[in-house]
Each structure stands twice: as C-alpha cells, then as structure tokens.
C-alpha cells in the first residue's frame, strides 16, 4: 500500500486561475517528495486556521484576498510578516499554524539580477506594496512610495518610508521603478500620470512590473527608454521556491528551481 501524501494547499477566492500547484507539484516531483499540492477556494478568511488544521495539510499558501486574514489567525509570525501584518505561508509545526511573508524577499531575489539598486520608486500602496517596501527598507535601499490616492498611505508614513500621491509628487533621480498596482493586469492603463513617468524613466535603469507573462504598457514605456526590464514571473517563482523550503524543510537546488520554473510557465 502507498504511503499517504502530505497535503498542501493554496487557499484563495477566486483560486482556479493559480499556477501554484503545477508550480509546486512539479518541485516535490523533483526531489522525490511524498507530497500533493491543490486548490482550496475559501470564501471566509476568518475560517483558515480551523480549515488548515481540519484537513490535516501540512503547509499551504495564501493569496487575494485572505493574506490579513492568515496574519490575524496564526498561532505564531516569523520574520518581517510581524511588521507587513499578511502572510502568503503556513506551515503546521506539531499542530501549530507557523506563519511567514515570502513575498517580500522573493522580490529581493527577483531583482538581484539588476545588479546594485540604491533608490527605488514604487507605484501603488496596495498589500505587495507594504511587503516590497519593508524588504528593501530592511536592505538599506531607499524607498519611496507613489500612490493614485491616499488612503492606504498611512501604513507607510507609520514605517518613516515617503510617499505621496500623484498631486504632490516631487521626482528625484532613481535606480529602478516598480510597478506593484494592478494597472496593467486586465487593462491597459499606465500606472500613474504619463507626465510623471516620462520623468523618473528618463534618469532610471530599471523597470520592474509585478505583473507577470505580458509587457505591460508600463514596461514597454521602461523599454522605449531603454530602461532593462523585468517582468513578475521570478517574483512568483521565488515566494514560491522559499515556501517550498518550508514545506520540504529543506534547501532547493538550481535544478529543482527551473523545475518549478518550467511548470510555472507551462512548459
Ligand atoms: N508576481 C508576483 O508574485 C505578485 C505577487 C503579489 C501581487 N502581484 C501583483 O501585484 C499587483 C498588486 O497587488 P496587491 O495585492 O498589492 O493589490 P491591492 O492591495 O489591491 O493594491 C492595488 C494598488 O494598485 C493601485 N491601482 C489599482 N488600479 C490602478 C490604476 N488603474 N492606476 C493606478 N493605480 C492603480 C491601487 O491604488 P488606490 O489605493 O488608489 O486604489 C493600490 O495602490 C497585482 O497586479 C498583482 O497581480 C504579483
């Protein structure tokens, strides 16, 4: 008889369009792992440690709209998830929800290959935004934050991060812009006023959209000013790889992360 398999789970609504499983299957494929990874759409984020511990998973993860949700209802937070207040991973250590942000420093991996970044703009002030803004805070990068409105600025005047909204903005000279709003996901909007952007592109060598599988009209405005381009995908594959670490408790290896890679892009 087969040994029974670990679970694991993304927990989201909507959920049927996540690439976590084909992601994560395909790494516990590669290293031999007794473990399966699903979908689980929640409706009620209040309910995720009750549903986590009652379906025995081993580990899962977290995304729209439910990471506050997670934060609020672990039994213990590890890491800058203390200070982002959402997490995207769970971990069932002897019955207890563990919890952690793998967003924030698979951002970081996702840049490195730009080489050195000191200044960085980033655009929106949503959830990824809070997450992005405290890793590179924690990096020593100088961070300042530019939003549509302002609202959701508070959290980052509470960290000491600037930030302003689009009336009041005053451009400097920065290394990379970032674009973390979801303009540009289903539309085709810019993600601030052209006038702005035309600006901080003009001094910048970097553009990185968190979006991912399309140029959006963010990065192909980056392109014509031959800022070097990236889109979200490492992102995604990197909060992915360092989840994956905790659910395996064990380091990933070149070949497994370009396994994760491959199956992340349907190949
Ligand atoms: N690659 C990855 O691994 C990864 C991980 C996480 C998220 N993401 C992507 O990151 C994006 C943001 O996610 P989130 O969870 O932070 O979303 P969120 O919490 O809903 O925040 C959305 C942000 O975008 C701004 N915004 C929305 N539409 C806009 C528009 N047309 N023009 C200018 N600003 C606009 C909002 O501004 P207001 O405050 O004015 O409404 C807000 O600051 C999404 O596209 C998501 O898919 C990618």
């Known amino acids: 008889m087969s040994e029974i398999k670990e679970t694991?789970?993304?927990?989201?609504?909507?959920?049927?369009?996540?690439?976590?499983?084909?992601?994560?299957?395909?790494?516990?494929?590669?290293?031999?792992?007794?473990?399966?990874?699903?979908?689980?759409?929640?409706?009620?984020?209040?309910?995720?440690?009750?549903?986590?511990?009652?379906?025995?998973?081993?580990?899962?993860?977290?995304?729209?709209?439910?990471?506050?949700?997670?934060?609020?209802?672990?039994d213990e937070v590890r890491g800058l998830a203390n200070e982002i207040k959402a997490v995207n991973?769970?971990?069932?250590?002897?019955?207890?929800?563990?919890?952690?942000?793998?967003?924030?420093?698979?951002?970081?991996?996702?840049i490195e290959s730009f080489g050195e970044v000191k200044k960085v703009l980033l655009l929106g002030a949503g959830g990824t935004a809070k997450a992005i803004s405290l890793a590179l805070k924690q990096s020593d990068i100088d961070v300042t934050v530019l939003n549509r409105s302002k609202g959701k600025l508070?959290?980052?005047?509470?960290?000491?991060?600037?930030?302003?909204?689009?009336?009041?903005?005053?451009?400097?000279?920065y290394d990379l812009i970032v674009n973390s709003t979801s303009a540009g996901l289903k539309d085709e909007y810019l993600p601030c006023?052209?006038?702005?952007?035309?600006?901080?592109?003009?001094?910048?060598?970097?553009?990185?959209?968190?979006?991912?599988?399309?140029?959006?009209?963010?990065?192909?405005?980056a392109q014509e000013n031959d800022l070097k381009i990236k889109d979200g995908e490492d992102m995604l594959l990197y909060q992915g790889v360092l989840a994956f670490e905790y659910f395996t408790k064990e380091n990933v290896n070149d070949e497994t992360i370009e396994s994760m890679r491959k199956a992340l892009k349907g190949e």
């Open 8 to 74: 694991f789970v993304i927990f989201g609504n909507p959920v049927a369009h996540s690439k976590s499983p084909q992601m994560h299957n395909a790494g516990f494929e590669n290293i031999d792992y007794n473990g399966i990874y699903k979908k689980h759409l929640l409706e009620d984020g209040n309910t995720i440690k009750d549903v986590f511990l009652q379906n025995h998973y081993e580990g899962a993860n977290i995304t729209v709209p439910h990471k506050e949700f997670a934060y609020e209802n672990a």
């Open 193 to 221: 006023p052209e006038g702005i952007l035309n600006e901080v592109l003009q001094s910048a060598s970097f553009a990185f959209d968190c979006v991912y599988g399309k140029v959006t009209p963010f990065l192909a405005k």
């Open 89 to 110: 991973t769970y971990i069932n250590e002897n019955g207890k929800v563990i919890a952690y942000n793998t967003d924030a420093p698979g951002f970081l991996y996702a």
């Open 154 to 173: 508070s959290f980052f005047e509470e960290h000491n991060i600037k930030c302003s909204t689009w009336d009041n903005f005053v451009a400097e000279d």
